[in-house]
């Protein structure tokens, strides 16, 4: 066993608030993990932060016609508030717009520059000369080359992982303008990552327990084999490249933001008045460096990555890249984009932190995608939360203070069943840390329910409310076993439930800090009194799913109109032009279909003084029959024209909408009357 651990979770964009495939993707997992192994007592930190750099903090300062620290300034501040009121606790949250991360990623790529590792190379690039910029990474969407996905970035396709350049998209079009790029030549520092594949095998071939969907995708990236990466990028915003030459570059998000990790720790290490810790954390052989992320950071953290910390040799690298699939919302893909997501600042106005802890640790996408909806957000927390953990802690409670004074009764000659539940709390316990150390936390969760699982059924079969009658001691004995399994659940559960497990154990009397090996045996005394407990889970009701359904479909739809395209406004007339225009109200009586002519109708119009004939292009959106007696408003003196082979006597006006389909101008004048 290693000395020490050091958790690093996937450093947000601050593009944006955190919502729940985030948190099922990196930080749920992440905290889990390192709140077991805090019980265990071994040596561990967990370091995250705000990615301040990138193209998509700098699309997303455009788009709201801000300064990009202006969103960085506001996301960071907000993430943090919300990882904290989730529970997440970080060792160290720090940011990639810091003094020690620019001056420690410049370093790193000194280094590597100075010994030469780089390539450097002039190529062409995608040009947008519209907006007057190269165009890296998100500027850039187009069809990924190999899957066909249509919304691949330039440097990343989020479907299938790859990572790309952006000359390798099919199609590709500017997320500036639109507009097809055009190519330019410009300079570039490139970290040759086929120099590293032998070195990379051998150290994935010292790995044990990885999961299968990290270790097979790392497999078939390094079958391909590996290209040269660009590390540097023609941007304003992000850290500059340290050389004189590389005037207007910085370096590339991805190669900055994992160093972040190291700059996160030196800060920790600062704070902690001992500026020379984090060397032990990252330069120690004996540190375990575990990263947990989502899928799409796969390729950064064991591929890219590693290389980086192979290149510069004084590093320890990852012993583990626990990465999970994607989370989806109610069956569709989490969009920030489209405000198709659950935003975690949200979810905390209307509930508990750790209901969402509960839930989503049992369907983190572990091995495959998985879904959140709310209906099961409800039935997970009222038929397990509330009625197996909940349930088993209160009915053991409120017993032992109804009849057996509060106190914790004694066990005195217990049967066979007594001992061997009691024995179960071992078993489950080694279940749990089993399934935590080979990160299956799905697995752990399922496994501490299992314990509350095993009380309730222990309960249900003793029948204290029968032997209370007759047998005080066999009720006290199974009240006893219960108070126990109460005790060992306000522990195991601590790393999923941290709030409502604290309100336990301080109604059980445990002072001070928890500790794993505790766990089991004798955790309560005889005679010891505990406090009456509340109910921990309160059920959801319908109602409140419904809502949350509402909120989804109403930001969705408020978004969809803030992405509306209105038609450019036309250049303005005067008013005498305008008025040249003759419109009057009309009425259909007559609508037939024309040969050969798919789109258009013959209309006859009864336009008061006296009835024409209008050829129009409506027959994709009416049937002739639904026209007769439709009002309209009519063009009379427009120029006649005849249109496949019939005369068309003045325009009927129709409004057009987003998708295309047609509505007429309506008008309850009489026919004859002017429109102006
Ligand atoms: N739906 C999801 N399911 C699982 N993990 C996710 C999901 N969305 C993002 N992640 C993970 O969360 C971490 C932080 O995400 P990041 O800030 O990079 O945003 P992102 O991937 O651009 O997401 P979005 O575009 O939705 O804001 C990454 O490790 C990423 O893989
Ligand atoms: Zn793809």
């Not at 390539?119 to 990474?137: G, H, I, N, R, S």
């Not at 990263?291 to 192979?310: E, Q, R, S, W, Y």
Request: with cysteine; charged share 30%.
């Amino acid at each position: 066993m290693s000395k020490r651990t050091l958790v690093t979770s996937a450093l947000p964009y601050a593009n944006g608030p955190i919502h729940l495939g985030h948190l099922a993707g990196a930080y749920l997992p992440s905290d889990l993990y390192v709140r077991y192994k805090r019980m265990t007592e071994e040596d561990i930190i967990h370091i995250c932060g705000s990615d301040e750099h990138g193209v998509p903090i700098t699309i997303a300062a455009e788009k709201e016609g801000v300064d990009p620290q202006d969103i960085v300034d506001r996301f960071h501040t907000r993430n943090k508030q919300a990882f904290k009121d989730f529970g997440i606790n970080f060792d160290y949250y720090g940011r990639t717009s810091s003094t020690v991360h620019h001056q420690t990623s410049q370093e790193f790529f000194t280094k590597l520059y100075e010994d030469g590792v780089f390539v450097q190379k002039t190529e062409e690039q995608l040009y947008d000369p519209k907006a007057e910029m190269f165009l890296p990474d998100r500027y850039v969407k187009g069809t990924c080359p190999n899957c066909g996905y249509e919304e691949a970035y330039g440097d990343q396709c989020e479907n299938c992982g790859t990572s790309l350049s952006p000359t390798e998209l099919i199609d590709p079009k500017s997320a500036i303008t639109g507009d097809t790029p055009e190519t330019r030549k410009t300079k570039h520092w490139y970290l040759p990552l086929g120099d590293f594949q032998q070195k990379l095998e051998d150290w994935l071939d010292t790995r044990e327990n990885w999961k299968p969907n990290v270790a097979g995708q790392v497999k078939s990236w390094l079958n391909d084999g590996l290209a040269d990466r660009a590390v540097t990028r023609d941007l304003t915003w992000g850290v500059p490249v340290p050389l004189e030459e590389a005037d207007g570059k910085v370096l590339y998000v991805w190669f900055d933001a994992p160093i972040g990790y190291i700059s996160a720790t030196k800060e920790w290490a600062q704070q902690e008045g001992d500026p020379d810790l984090w060397k032990t954390y990252w330069q120690d052989e004996e540190t375990d460096l575990i990263h947990f992320i989502g899928k799409d950071n796969i390729v950064f953290h064991c591929i890219m990555f590693p290389a980086t910390l192979m290149a510069h040799g004084d590093y320890v690298l990852p012993k583990n890249v626990p990465a999970n699939e994607f989370l989806n919302l109610e069956s569709k893909k989490l969009s920030t984009s489209r405000g198709w997501a659950v935003w975690l600042e949200d979810y905390l106005e209307d509930f508990e932190p750790d209901l969402l802890r509960y839930v989503l640790g049992t369907i983190l996408p572990e091995t495959k995608d998985s879904d959140f909806s709310w209906e099961n957000f409800q039935n997970k927390v009222n038929s397990e939360l509330a009625d197996i953990l909940g349930n088993f802690v209160f009915r053991t409670t409120s017993f032992t203070h109804k009849y057996f004074d509060g106190k914790v009764p004694s066990l005195t000659n217990p049967t066979e069943k007594d001992q061997q539940t009691l024995a179960q709390i071992e078993q489950q316990k080694e279940k749990v840390a089993e399934a935590y150390e080979h990160f299956k936390l799905r697995e752990a969760i399922t496994e501490t329910m299992n314990l509350a699982r095993i009380g309730n059924k222990y309960f249900t079969e003793m029948e204290p409310w029968q032997s209370r009658k007759n047998d005080m001691e066999t009720c006290g004995n199974t009240l006893h076993v219960c108070l126990q399994i109460t005790a060992a659940l306000s522990h195991l559960f601590d790393p999923i439930l941290p709030e409502n497990m604290a309100q336990l154990r301080k109604e059980l009397s445990f002072t001070g800090s928890i500790r794993w090996k505790d766990i089991g045996g004798s955790m309560l005394d005889s005679g010891q009194p505990i406090q009456k407990g509340e109910i921990l889970f309160t059920k959801i009701e319908d109602e409140q799913v419904e809502e949350q359904l509402e909120k989804l479909k109403e930001r969705t739809q408020q978004q969809e109109e803030m992405d509306k395209q209105y038609e450019p406004i036309k250049d303005n007339i005067e008013f005498g032009d305008f008025m040249k225009i003759d419109i009057r109200a009309g009425k259909i009586t007559e609508a037939s279909a024309i040969e050969k002519a798919d789109k258009l109708l013959k209309l006859t119009v009864d336009v008061g003084f006296e009835k024409r004939t209008i050829v129009s292009g409506i027959a994709n959106d009416f049937s002739p029959d639904e026209l007769i007696d439709q009002s309209v408003c009519v063009v009379v003196n427009l120029a006649p024209k005849a249109l496949m082979g019939v005369e068309s006597n003045g325009m009927i006006l129709m409004s057009e909408e987003d998708d295309g389909s047609l509505k007429f101008v309506e008008t309850d004048a009489e026919p004859g009357s002017m429109v102006s």
